[in-house]
């Protein structure tokens, strides 16, 4: 069975720090790893894209990726109030169409 | 932008109706799908379409069928729905091709009483 893990959290982090969010999968051939973000209520959006090994950068936010690990991680820098919300990692399994996500992390950043 | 529309934002049904979800998409993407989001569960998926009437099952897809007559329509039907159906209905459409990713719609909360 093909899975996506990530901690469920809560995460906890003051405003200002970094936040680390991780997620590790289980098919070692996956090719495509994204970011959501999903605000209470709200529908998941997309906030990043990886494809290959090493970090991926936009704003804020960096994506990385470790594909021997089998290993994928968001960071936020210069974390806001706004950013509190689940991050689901997503991986498209490199035979498949659909998207197979985490069950998220929750992000608190706190005032 | 791109949009996937929703027919309903909130739906409440009785056990045993047969319950329609619709779902609309103005990209001319070829991937529609269907998930089903309950908490500590996360987003599973239901069905997906690759293409005009083709159709393929996801992880959960007892007692739901979807139809897809034309590209941008994609529908999840509850042929008799039962209170273990109710839950949060997030449809998500994208192009073909391994490094695209999917856009979602706003969710239909269904409610089965």
């Known amino acids: 069975q093909k899975e996506v893990e990530q901690n469920s959290g809560p995460l906890s982090v003051p405003e200002g720090a970094i936040a680390s969010l991780n997620c590790t999968y289980s098919?070692?051939?996956?090719?495509?790893f994204f970011w959501y973000r999903q605000y209470s209520g709200k529908s998941p959006e997309l906030i990043m894209s990886?494809?290959?090994?090493g970090d991926k950068e936009d704003g804020r936010f960096t994506a990385q990726l470790n594909k021997a690990s089998q290993y994928v991680s968001l960071l936020i820098r210069d974390s806001q109030p706004s950013d509190s919300a689940t991050y689901l990692c997503?991986?498209?399994?490199?035979?498949?169409?659909?998207?197979?996500f985490g069950k998220g992390t929750s992000l608190l950043v706190t005032p | 932008d791109v949009k996937v529309t929703q027919s309903s934002r909130y739906l409440v049904k009785r056990t045993g109706e047969k319950v329609f979800l619709e779902c609309v998409q103005d990209?001319?993407?070829?991937?529609m799908f269907w998930y089903r989001q309950d908490p500590g569960l996360g987003l599973r998926l239901i069905y997906f379409?690759?293409?005009?009437?083709?159709?393929e099952k996801g992880d959960i897809p007892e007692g739901y069928s979807v139809s897809r007559e034309k590209k941008e329509r994609f529908s999840l039907i509850l042929e008799s729905a039962s209170t273990n159906q109710t839950s949060m209905y997030l449809c998500?459409?994208?192009?073909?091709?391994?490094?695209?990713?999917?856009?979602f719609g706003q969710g239909t909360r269904l409610t089965v009483v």
């Open positions: 998500a459409s994208s192009f073909i091709g391994g490094t695209t990713w999917a856009f």
């Open positions: 098919d070692r051939v996956s090719q495509s």
């Open positions: 990886i494809y290959s090994n």
């Open positions: 997503a991986v498209r399994w490199d035979s498949g169409y659909a998207l197979n």
């Open positions: 990209m001319d993407h070829e991937n």
């Open positions: 379409s690759y293409d005009v009437k083709m159709k």
